[in-house]
């Protein structure tokens, strides 16, 4: 991606303060710039060419001998694997990539699929996978590149789920309210390859994965819904969460018990098996590598560097925000609170990021948006209804680093206080959950595009005392 470039240093402004807010306008475009800034160097370290090369110069690479790679950043994780010195037989190879990612790919096989709602070319992917790894044999090097999103690239549901029951089943798990390793827990029970059940196919082949981790604490069994990793959730607590997230009613459900109960379906691999020994995991990038520990308070430290006591002063205040978790707009409710309470202690302007996965449950008749979207107007208008009267300027970019927030054409919003904003307007966009259309007439929409990578949300917020 030529987009997403380091190329902070070169086009940030010098940092402009708040002391009056009468000129917040230019000070905003200033803030705006620094908000994309940071996003675009997120992105930018997160990108294949980065992580692959550096771990691919930690392994024999003749070893291996064949290559999966699956998820959001799947083309350019392959393409860099292949520039790296990768070769194995074409019928050794598989990528199953987002339908929507025109990232150039080499002359592996390469099946254009679907997120977040699976389709015939999901299907098809994990036929293809499954082939892939049952041919393989105990003198086989399997090199599994995963991304976020592979759960919905790559399916195969277990009988008597059809794919059409899998397309509802992942609808209801999205509306649901339910973290990533909840919904991804039942998205184990009901596949033939996820829950570490692809890893056994490969057997007794030896498997490397290299991860972009898109999900909270890196867990193995959460990404791509752990195809080539063990469940750690025994299946009692998997099954009770159909129920928890409100699941009970599909008709395969009481079908599924049954078959668990008798032995007809194959559990997940349980964390003691003895084929985890075969597989070895490296994490290469996450959300929370890069956002707390890793790019951005390096980018911070240069952009606001200054040995003189004026430059001291002017620097904006740092500070720490909890990760993203629960309802986005409860989340959104929490950042602007903190924000204001961060503003008024510092005395002067605050600049805040933090990173994570929201949820939204979802009624059964609702508009268009994502999780980002959401969380950026809840955030406006939870901030303008606490500081009524204050013309304190402020700014938030809330997206998703992949480049896409739901099923929408955005990556998420990027806000600022002198956008209009209509209370009445927004909250029901809220209440109905439609905000991309509100946000795209009143024009706060952020749409960077496709990344080609996935290391789930950040949000960037500045504000001025």
Same mark, same amino acid.
């Given at each position: 991606?030529?987009?997403?470039?380091?190329? +902070?240093?070169?086009?940030?402004?010098?940092?402009?303060?708040? !002391?009056?807010?009468?000129?917040?306008?230019?000070? *905003?475009?200033?803030?705006?710039?620094?908000?994309?800034?940071?996003?675009?160097?997120?992105?930018?370290?997160?990108?294949?060419?980065?992580?692959?090369? @550096?771990?691919?110069?930690? =392994? $024999?690479?003749?070893?291996?001998?064949?290559?999966?790679?699956?998820?959001?950043?799947? @083309? /350019?994780?392959?393409?860099?694997?292949?520039?790296?010195?990768?070769?194995?037989?074409?019928?050794?190879?598989?990528? #199953?990539?987002?339908?929507?990612?025109?990232?150039?790919?080499?002359? +592996?096989?390469?099946?254009?699929?679907?997120?977040?709602?699976?389709?015939?070319?999901?299907?098809?992917?994990?036929?293809?996978? &499954?082939?892939?790894?049952? !041919?393989?044999?105990?003198?086989?090097?399997?090199?599994?590149?995963?991304?976020?999103?592979?759960?919905?690239?790559?399916?195969?549901?277990?009988?008597?789920?059809?794919?059409?029951?899998?397309?509802?089943?992942?609808?209801?798990?999205? &509306?649901?309210?339910?973290?990533?390793?909840?919904?991804?827990? #039942?998205?184990?029970?009901?596949?033939?390859?996820?829950?570490?059940?692809?890893?056994?196919?490969?057997?007794?082949?030896?498997?490397?994965?290299?991860?972009?981790?898109?999900?909270? $604490?890196?867990?193995?069994?959460?990404?791509?819904?752990?195809?080539?990793?063990?469940?750690?959730?025994?299946? !009692?607590?998997?099954?009770?969460?159909?129920?928890?997230?409100?699941?009970?009613?599909?008709?395969?459900?009481?079908?599924?018990?049954?078959?668990?109960?008798?032995?007809?379906?194959?559990?997940?691999?349980?964390?003691?098996?003895?084929?985890?020994?075969?597989?070895? !995991?490296?994490?290469?990038?996450?959300?929370?590598?890069?956002?707390?520990?890793?790019?951005?308070?390096?980018?911070?430290?240069?952009?606001?560097?200054?040995?003189?006591?004026?430059?001291?002063?002017?620097?904006?205040?740092?500070?720490?925000?909890? @990760?993203?978790?629960?309802?986005?707009?409860?989340?959104?409710?929490?950042?602007?609170?903190?924000?204001?309470?961060?503003?008024?202690?510092?005395?002067?302007?605050?600049?805040?990021?933090?990173?994570?996965?929201?949820?939204?449950?979802?009624?059964?008749?609702?508009?268009? /948006?994502? %999780?980002?979207?959401? *969380?950026?107007?809840?955030?406006?208008?939870?901030?303008?209804?606490?500081?009524?009267?204050?013309?304190?300027?402020?700014? =938030?970019?809330?997206?998703?680093?992949?480049?896409?927030?739901?099923?929408?054409?955005?990556?998420?919003?990027? *806000?600022?206080?002198?956008?209009?904003?209509?209370?009445?307007?927004?909250?029901?966009?809220?209440?109905?959950?439609?905000?991309?259309?509100?946000?795209?007439?009143?024009?706060?929409?952020? %749409?960077?595009?496709?990344?080609?990578?996935?290391?789930?949300?950040?949000?960037?917020?500045?504000?001025?005392?």
């Amino acid at each position: 991606m030529t987009r997403h470039q380091p190329e +902070w240093q070169k086009t940030l402004l010098p940092w402009r303060g708040c !002391s009056n807010h009468i000129n917040a306008k230019p000070m *905003l475009a200033d803030w705006r710039q620094i908000a994309v800034a940071l996003y675009d160097n997120v992105v930018a370290t997160g990108q294949a060419d980065h992580v692959v090369s @550096r771990a691919l110069s930690q =392994i $024999n690479i003749a070893d291996i001998s064949a290559v999966l790679a699956v998820g959001k950043a799947a @083309r /350019g994780m392959a393409q860099s694997a292949y520039d790296n010195g990768v070769r194995v037989a074409r019928d050794k190879a598989l990528i #199953i990539a987002p339908s929507d990612d025109h990232n150039d790919a080499h002359d +592996w096989p390469l099946i254009p699929s679907a997120h977040p709602v699976p389709d015939q070319n999901s299907l098809i992917a994990g036929q293809q996978a &499954a082939a892939l790894c049952q !041919s393989l044999n105990d003198a086989d090097h399997l090199l599994v590149l995963l991304s976020g999103g592979a759960s919905a690239l790559m399916v195969a549901p277990h009988p008597p789920l059809t794919l059409d029951d899998k397309i509802e089943l992942n609808a209801r798990l999205l &509306a649901s309210g339910g973290d990533i390793h909840q919904i991804n827990a #039942i998205r184990r029970l009901v596949s033939q390859i996820k829950g570490g059940r692809l890893a056994a196919m490969a057997a007794p082949a030896q498997i490397t994965q290299f991860i972009i981790s898109d999900v909270e $604490n890196d867990q193995l069994s959460s990404i791509g819904s752990g195809i080539m990793a063990p469940d750690p959730m025994p299946v !009692s607590e998997s099954l009770a969460l159909i129920d928890t997230l409100g699941m009970a009613d599909l008709w395969w459900v009481a079908d599924l018990h049954k078959q668990y109960a008798d032995g007809r379906m194959t559990p997940p691999l349980s964390p003691d098996h003895p084929l985890c020994d075969k597989i070895d !995991s490296h994490i290469l990038a996450s959300n929370k590598q890069l956002i707390h520990a890793g790019v951005i308070p390096d980018i911070l430290s240069s952009l606001f560097a200054g040995n003189d006591q004026h430059s001291k002063a002017q620097a904006p205040q740092i500070i720490a925000y909890p @990760r993203l978790s629960g309802e986005a707009s409860v989340m959104a409710e929490c950042l602007a609170e903190a924000t204001i309470s961060a503003v008024n202690q510092a005395g002067k302007t605050v600049i805040g990021i933090t990173g994570g996965e929201t949820v939204v449950t979802l009624p059964h008749d609702h508009g268009l /948006g994502g %999780r980002s979207q959401e *969380l950026a107007l809840a955030f406006a208008l939870a901030f303008k209804t606490a500081m009524q009267g204050s013309d304190m300027p402020w700014l =938030i970019l809330a997206a998703g680093t992949d480049g896409r927030d739901g099923p929408t054409d955005a990556a998420g919003a990027i *806000l600022d206080s002198q956008m209009p904003l209509d209370i009445a307007s927004a909250k029901q966009a809220l209440l109905r959950h439609d905000v991309w259309n509100y946000l795209d007439q009143s024009g706060g929409l952020f %749409r960077p595009g496709a990344s080609g990578t996935n290391l789930a949300d950040m949000v960037v917020i500045i504000a001025g005392s």
